[in-house]
């Protein structure tokens, strides 16, 4: 793990690092306060700190106070190396964000006691923040498919169509959905139904552009959204979404078969709320079927497109 180590006296430095090599941490050396927060503050920063109270420039206290400014998602945890030893001393530097003190000069088996509390203290951190974590994409992601839920993906939807309205650009969406999936079930099985649902998944993420997100919107469908794009080229991606998924060859055990989809697209005009524009988009999706499935279909108040121009 690695340990910043800052102190203007060299010799000191010189000591603290070996000391810390010897204890098996990887030291990073900083001669004065303002090379000790840019460390601490890198992208790869240390999460361990010993930072003498006394340095040019920016002294521990005032390192220990940017620090803290910053609201880190896993801070480091700051040790100040310290002369000054009186109650009064030890609270403000505790105050201004210090998470233990060590006198200085300091001994040694007492400074690497207070490192391994500090080093279980990170690790116990890092744990928590990766739950946390794992919790949120849980939250947000379909088990099945690993993109975006409904949830997730018509919030999203609501923030580009946002977006769309303060910028003046165009934002299509679309609705697919796997054509004749029952049968799929009924002749496979469930677990083939699955596999197909990853298969398709993957295969529309292969055609999607980086930027447009993709989420399922429940059962065998699912929600495409589109910033920048108008009906018209919306319909031109969805129409390669659609190509690509009716090429696809799909094995499940012993079997191999074949799906198609549908899709319906619909433009963001002035007016629209997000049920609306999802509405016309459903709608545009039962025109699709109605007319044959496999196939794409923008809804009448997407032809116009003259409320937000083509961008780029």
Same mark, same amino acid.
């Given at each position: 793990?690695? #340990?910043?180590?800052? !102190?203007?006296? =060299?010799?000191?430095?010189?000591?603290?690092?070996? #000391?810390?090599?010897?204890?098996? /941490?990887?030291?990073?050396?900083?001669? !004065?306060?303002?090379?000790?927060?840019?460390?601490?503050?890198?992208?790869?920063?240390?999460?361990? =700190?010993?930072?003498?109270?006394?340095?040019?420039?920016?002294?521990?206290?005032?390192?220990?106070?940017?620090?803290?400014?910053?609201?880190?998602? &896993?801070?480091?945890?700051?040790?100040? @190396?310290?002369?000054?030893?009186?109650?009064?001393?030890?609270?403000?530097?505790?105050? =201004?964000?210090?998470?233990?003190?060590?006198?200085?000069?300091?001994?040694?088996?007492?400074?690497?006691?207070?490192?391994?509390?500090?080093?279980? /203290?990170?690790?116990?951190?890092?744990?928590? @923040?990766?739950?946390?974590?794992? +919790? $949120?994409?849980?939250?947000?992601?379909?088990?099945?498919?690993?993109? @975006?839920?409904?949830?997730?993906?018509?919030?999203? &939807?609501?923030?580009?169509?946002?977006?769309? !309205?303060?910028?003046?650009?165009?934002?299509?969406?679309?609705?697919?959905?796997?054509?004749?999936?029952? %049968? %799929?079930?009924?002749?496979?099985?469930?677990?083939?139904?699955?596999?197909? *649902?990853?298969?398709?998944?993957?295969?529309?993420?292969?055609? +999607?552009?980086?930027?447009?997100?993709?989420?399922? /919107?429940?059962?065998?469908?699912? &929600?495409?959204?589109?910033?920048?794009?108008?009906? $018209?080229?919306?319909?031109?991606?969805?129409?390669?979404?659609?190509?690509?998924? $009716?090429?696809?060859?799909?094995?499940?055990?012993?079997?191999?078969?074949?799906?198609?989809?549908?899709?319906?697209?619909?433009?963001?005009?002035?007016?629209?709320? #997000?049920?609306? &524009? +999802?509405? *016309?988009?459903?709608?545009?999706?039962?025109?699709?079927?109605?007319?044959?499935?496999?196939?794409?279909?923008?809804?009448?108040?997407?032809?116009?497109?003259? =409320?937000?121009?083509?961008?780029?």
């Amino acid at each position: 793990m690695k #340990v910043l180590a800052a !102190d203007d006296d =060299a010799t000191s430095l010189l000591l603290l690092t070996r #000391v810390l090599a010897r204890w098996g /941490y990887e030291a990073v050396p900083a001669r !004065d306060g303002a090379g000790a927060l840019a460390a601490l503050l890198a992208e790869d920063a240390p999460s361990l =700190a010993i930072i003498d109270w006394m340095m040019p420039e920016l002294d521990g206290i005032e390192v220990c106070r940017r620090l803290r400014e910053q609201e880190l998602a &896993l801070p480091p945890y700051v040790i100040l @190396l310290t002369a000054r030893d009186g109650k009064e001393d030890i609270v403000t530097g505790l105050n =201004a964000g210090a998470n233990d003190y060590v006198g200085k000069p300091f001994d040694a088996d007492e400074l690497r006691a207070r490192l391994d509390v500090g080093r279980r /203290y990170v690790e116990m951190n890092q744990k928590l @923040l990766a739950a946390l974590e794992a +919790l $949120e994409r849980q939250a947000l992601t379909d088990s099945l498919t690993g993109i @975006l839920n409904r949830g997730a993906v018509v919030c999203r &939807l609501k923030e580009e169509m946002a977006r769309a !309205d303060r910028e003046g650009t165009p934002l299509s969406a679309a609705i697919l959905d796997i054509d004749h999936f029952k %049968v %799929v079930n009924d002749t496979f099985g469930h677990l083939a139904g699955d596999e197909a *649902l990853r298969v398709v998944v993957r295969s529309c993420q292969e055609v +999607l552009r980086a930027y447009d997100l993709f989420g399922r /919107y429940g059962g065998e469908e699912f &929600l495409l959204v589109l910033p920048s794009t108008t009906a $018209e080229s919306a319909r031109l991606i969805c129409e390669r979404v659609r190509a690509q998924v $009716e090429a696809l060859n799909i094995h499940w055990q012993n079997h191999t078969f074949r799906v198609t989809v549908s899709l319906g697209v619909a433009a963001l005009h002035p007016g629209l709320d #997000v049920d609306s &524009l +999802l509405g *016309l988009a459903d709608h545009a999706l039962y025109q699709a079927k109605e007319r044959g499935r496999n196939r794409v279909e923008c809804s009448e108040e997407a032809e116009g497109e003259a =409320a937000y121009p083509q961008s780029g």
